[in-house]
């Protein structure tokens, strides 16, 4: 184990934030920088981010959402209150700390990371364990990781526990994307289903926090099984399942099965997920309707939207649905995302240009949103943001006018 690992292993878990979450180096440092004061970066972004003042003085006053302190009750109890928590999805390039913190504030009850390699986990990888980095303000939360090898996956597991402490470890059986299939990784695995057991096996022999899994309804048409599949997982040892309805070969095509979502709750004795199509706080409320899920993960609709939280959680409850924000109250909350990611990675120009894809989701369906789309997708600073944004709204309320 290299030594900006293993130094982290005698500490606290506030001195191992601060190795691990806040002074990560980058991969081509030659070497490792002194680790700083948790107090310093990492107190940064735990308080919010304090960039320079915003050229735009209307999206410089807070957005209307607050960041709420870690919950002390686990994912798992919240499953069986009969609360039906609602999950961020874990979803690469998209579920990163910046955006969990986003949607807890908005109503998440669980966040999940992106998916993560089990080979460059246990390789120590520092691009790799840089997704492994949250803030506590995040949980419950869990660490999704991906593999084929049962002894990979359980030694990633491990000092996934060890290292970064998550409240659960989630196993990937769903992801549809070539690269990862072609390594019999994610939704790879259904296509042997004694292997899906071992890694389960393997991995829950390992650790000691709960051991979840996300599955889809089977390969391919033809081999589409979900309540043989979740069975399986079960008698593995899994501690709860989440179904994508939708089978690898669908990719997010078409529709959603939530009638399977339905049998595999029907089927099971441990709690149950459904995922796939919920677009809308309506659709979560149809969702449980239907299916009676535990509780629901919602992916693809939050994207520039993670107010969809609060809107699902106030149809579930038989309250009006609050409206989508307008432009303005867009625009505050896409700053205080930009400058969240800004302050997680430390540098500007890298986070804006990754930031663009926010951009494009938080103004898609806006009136000559293209046209602002188009503009925004150039940027490498937040302060060119802020001047397009607020010149956006200038001119909509003159037209409005």
């Known amino acids: 184990m290299p030594s900006w690992i293993a130094a982290g292993k005698a500490r606290t878990r506030q001195s191992a934030q601060a190795d691990f979450v806040w002074s990560l180096p980058r991969i081509d440092s030659p070497a490792l920088p002194s680790v700083p004061d948790h107090t310093s970066a990492g107190a940064a972004y735990a308080s919010g981010p304090r960039l320079n003042p915003s050229p735009a003085p209307r999206l410089n ?3 209307g959402f607050v960041y709420i302190a870690p919950m002390s009750t ?12 609602l999950y961020l999805a874990p979803q690469a390039g998209v579920s990163e700390s910046p955006f969990r913190r986003l949607c807890r504030a908005f109503g998440a009850d669980v966040v999940v990371s992106e998916f993560v390699s089990a080979e460059g986990i246990r390789r120590h990888d520092r691009r790799t ?54 390594r019999n990784g994610g939704s790879g695995c259904l296509r042997d289903l004694d292997l899906v057991q071992s890694i389960i096996r393997a991995v829950k022999g390992a650790i000691s926090i709960p051991t979840t899994v996300k599955i889809r309804s089977g390969f391919t048409e033809d081999t589409r099984d979900p309540v043989g599949i979740a069975l399986r997982c079960q008698d593995a040892g899994a501690e709860v399942l989440t179904l ?31 995922n796939g199509d919920v677009w809308t706080g309506e659709d979560a409320r149809r969702m449980h309707d239907h299916t009676r899920c535990d509780g629901i993960m919602m992916a693809r609709g939050s994207h520039g939207a993670p107010w969809l939280f609060s809107q699902a959680r106030a149809a579930l409850e038989g309250r009006p649905v609050p409206p989508d924000p307008d432009a303005a109250e867009r625009f505050r909350i896409v700053i205080e995302h930009a ?43 937040l302060d060119e ?6 010149g956006y709204l200038s001119q909509y309320e003159q037209v409005a006018a």
């Open 339 to 381: 400058r969240l990611a800004i302050a997680w990675e430390d540098d500007e120009e890298k986070s804006m240009v990754e930031f663009r894809k926010h951009l494009g989701w938080y103004t898609k369906g806006l009136p000559n949103g293209r046209l602002l789309r188009q503009e925004l997708f150039s940027v490498t600073r």
């Open 385 to 390: 943001a802020e001047r397009l944004l607020e």
């Open 74 to 85: 686990n994912a798992l109890d919240l499953l069986k209150s009969g609360t039906v928590p």
């Open 129 to 182: 364990h840089s997704y492994l980095r949250f803030h506590d303000d995040e949980r419950p939360i869990g660490i999704q990781i991906f593999g084929a090898e049962p002894d990979a996956m359980a030694e990633a597991a491990r000092l996934v526990q060890e290292v970064y402490e998550p409240d659960f470890l989630d196993i990937n059986f769903g992801c549809p994307v070539k690269k990862v299939v072609n």
């Open 61 to 63: 006053r807070p957005a």
């Open 244 to 274: 994508h309805a939708r089978t690898r070969t669908q990719m997010y095509g078409g529709h959603a099965n939530w009638d399977e979502i339905a049998a595999v709750k029907a089927a099971l004795d441990i709690p149950v997920i459904g």
